[in-house]
Every structure is written in C-alpha cells, then in structure tokens.
C-alpha cells in the first residue's frame, strides 16, 4: 500500500505554482502540514519596505490548507479550496523564511475545515492566520 | 466666464499612464504573477496572463487558489492606490517626474482577505474588477470579483479590508491602531 504522505508530498512537489513560490513541504502527517517558503526578491509587495507580497503569504497559506486536507486519515482523493479567510497580524520581516502550519480539524462527506497560521521565526506574533474550506472528493 | 480650454488628450492620456505604469511596474510580485492592468479612464481591469506557473491542480488543470487570492488582492490594492492617487493626478498635485523615478505613494495595507471561489479556474487569461465599496481616511473595505470567459459568471470574488497609509497632513505615521468600533470607524474616519 503506497503510504499517503508519500502521495500528499508527490502531489504538492508537482504543483506548478508552489514549484514557483519556492515552497519546501517540511512536515506532512494525519491532517497536518507544514510548508516553508524562503524569502525571494520576486514576491516584494513594497518595494519601499522589501516587504513580500500578502498575496504570497496566501498562496503559501493556502497550499499549506490544502496538503493538511490531503493527508486527512479519512483519505479524499481530491480537493479544492471553497473559501479561504486570511489575516494579516503583521509585515513579515525581510529576509526571513516564512513557515506555515495547517490543521484540518473536521473532515465530512464532502467538505473539509482548515485552520493555519504562517511565522517568520523573529516573535510569536504570527505574520497572518487562515481559516479555509475545502471539498472533499471522493470516487 | 467661458471654461479654459481642456488639455489636448494625448497629454491627458500620457499622465494617466504613466501614473498607473509607474504604480504597478514599481512591485516584484505583480510582475511574478504576470499581472498588467487594462485602464478606461479611471476605471481598472486587472488582468492574470496565463503561465503555467499559476496552475495548481496540473491534473484538471486548474489556477492555484493562492495565486486567485493574490489576483484579486493585487486588484484590490492596486485600484484603491489608484483612486488616491487620481485625485491628486487630476488635481495636478502630484509630481509625476517624482513619480516615474520611483517616489511612490506608501500603499494600503491588507488587513483581512476572505476569498470564494466560486468555480475552478480555467488554464488561460483571468480578468478582475475592484469596487471600493468605502474608502476612510484610514480603512477602506473593497470587494473584488474575478471572470474569465464570461463576465457573468465569476469563478472568484473577495471581499477586503485595507489600513490606508498616512496621508500629508495626518501627524506621526506611527500612531497607535485604533481598535475599529462596532459598526466600523466613526465620524472622524471620513
């Protein structure tokens, strides 16, 4: 039996648009991910302040969702996000790697609940939090 | 007393594009996303050239719900630094020489983003529209819609909140939040 966070880290690594932000999968486990994504100049949102874009921040958020809803143990063969709410706490510092850690915390028949929150590692204060649903498909 | 005579188009034309080209070409991650924006007069349509980059379901395929979210809130920033920015462009208050040499307007920063996608995004050219539904002298609310085929039916929308930047006139940049009354901010904040 191939092992599903196997499957969940083939299929994130052939994610075209994560292969573009740079996003590394750290950690993947029972609805659980987490996904680097290290500082690179293309994703500046400020040029003034070097700050990187919010828009990056959500697509790394919402990768990070979408990984923890794969590696659910009720096991969906697909997903796609529904909604996704972010909050932006703060700027994240320039030059930091930022790390997200997603939860899927309630899985149904066909939808999935995500938490997740996104640190640069310079205070506790996350940079943003999200809070998603996904479907969950199933054949 | 008869009008003066208005400015030949062309001039007018050539300010306000280069205001916008100024804006937009001035940020890394609106070049990433191959995001250009189409302008009739002060009306903005963003526009998400296709690249296989943006896929994120190659199997279907798919636009990444991330780079959707970043669309829309490119869109949205975008739009709202541009309505701040016209004001001051038609005023003839702003110094475009300054501006094309990169001294640009401190733009709004997101405060919240929720994002519905509302059908998958098809592998080819996305377009947006921001309305700014309120704009405060310190927070703006913006809803934005996405198509692409057919304007009718969206495959995306969102709804933001934005801290605005200082404005001349406004004192110290860094003065404390004020946490955002309930039923949004007051009187003062028009």
Same mark, same amino acid.
């Given at each position: 039996?191939?092992?599903?966070?196997?499957?969940?880290?083939?299929?994130?690594?052939?994610?075209?648009?994560?292969?573009?932000?740079?996003?590394?999968?750290?950690?993947?486990?029972?609805?659980?991910?987490?996904?680097?994504?290290?500082?690179?100049?293309?994703?500046?949102?400020?040029?003034?302040?070097?700050?990187?874009?919010?828009?990056?921040?959500?697509?790394?958020?919402?990768?990070?969702?979408?990984?923890?809803?794969?590696?659910?143990?009720?096991?969906?063969?697909?997903?796609?996000?529904?909604?996704?709410?972010?909050?932006?706490?703060?700027?994240?510092?320039?030059?930091?790697?930022?790390?997200?850690?997603?939860?899927?915390?309630?899985?149904?028949?066909?939808?999935?609940?995500?938490?997740?929150?996104?640190?640069?590692?310079?205070?506790?204060?996350?940079?943003?939090?999200?809070?998603?649903?996904?479907?969950?498909?199933?054949? | 007393?008869?009008?003066?005579?208005?400015?030949?188009?062309?001039?007018?034309?050539?300010?306000?594009?280069?205001?916008?080209?100024?804006?937009?070409?001035?940020?890394?991650?609106?070049?990433?996303?191959?995001?250009?924006?189409?302008?009739?007069?002060?009306?903005?349509?963003?526009?998400?050239?296709?690249?296989?980059?943006?896929?994120?379901?190659?199997?279907?395929?798919?636009?990444?719900?991330?780079?959707?979210?970043?669309?829309?809130?490119?869109?949205?920033?975008?739009?709202?630094?541009?309505?701040?920015?016209? $004001?001051? /462009?038609? !005023? %003839?208050?702003?110094?475009? #020489?300054?501006?094309? &040499?990169?001294?640009?307007? +401190?733009?709004?920063?997101?405060?919240?983003?929720?994002? $519905?996608? /509302?059908? !998958? %995004?098809?592998?080819?050219? #996305?377009?947006?529209? &921001?309305?700014?539904?309120? +704009?405060?002298?310190?927070?703006?609310?913006?809803?934005?819609?996405?198509?692409?085929?057919?304007?009718?039916?969206?495959?995306?929308?969102?709804?933001?909140?934005?801290?605005?930047?200082?404005?001349?006139?406004?004192?110290?940049?860094?003065?404390?939040?004020?946490?955002?009354?309930?039923?949004?901010?007051?009187?003062?904040?028009?």
């Amino acid at each position: 039996m191939v092992d599903r966070a196997t499957l969940a880290r083939q299929f994130i690594e052939a994610i075209p648009h994560a292969r573009a932000l740079g996003l590394e999968l750290v950690e993947i486990a029972e609805g659980r991910a987490v996904i680097s994504m290290p500082y690179d100049e293309k994703l500046i949102g400020d040029p003034e302040t070097r700050v990187i874009h919010g828009g990056a921040v959500s697509a790394l958020l919402d990768t990070c969702c979408g990984a923890a809803v794969m590696s659910h143990p009720t096991q969906p063969d697909a997903t796609a996000t529904i909604d996704l709410r972010i909050d932006y706490m703060r700027a994240a510092t320039p030059g930091q790697t930022l790390v997200a850690t997603a939860e899927c915390y309630h899985v149904t028949r066909s939808v999935a609940f995500v938490r997740a929150t996104a640190v640069d590692g310079r205070t506790d204060v996350p940079v943003a939090s999200a809070a998603a649903s996904f479907t969950a498909e199933r054949r | 007393m008869p009008r003066s005579r208005p400015e030949p188009m062309q001039v007018v034309k050539q300010r306000r594009d280069g205001a916008l080209k100024a804006l937009v070409e001035a940020v890394p991650y609106v070049r990433f996303l191959g995001i250009v924006f189409d302008r009739r007069g002060d009306e903005l349509t963003g526009v998400m050239t296709y690249s296989e980059d943006l896929i994120g379901n190659p199997f279907l395929p798919a636009l990444h719900g991330g780079a959707t979210s970043a669309f829309l809130e490119v869109t949205a920033i975008v739009s709202l630094s541009w309505a701040v920015l016209w $004001d001051d /462009l038609e !005023s %003839g208050a702003l110094d475009i #020489a300054r501006l094309e &040499a990169g001294d640009l307007p +401190r733009l709004p920063k997101t405060i919240g983003l929720t994002t $519905d996608y /509302l059908r !998958s %995004g098809l592998p080819r050219d #996305a377009y947006a529209r &921001a309305r700014i539904v309120r +704009r405060g002298r310190r927070y703006a609310s913006v809803h934005v819609v996405g198509w692409q085929d057919n304007h009718d039916r969206p495959f995306a929308q969102a709804t933001g909140h934005f801290l605005m930047p200082p404005r001349d006139g406004d004192g110290a940049p860094d003065t404390p939040r004020e946490p955002m009354a309930p039923g949004g901010p007051g009187p003062a904040d028009g």
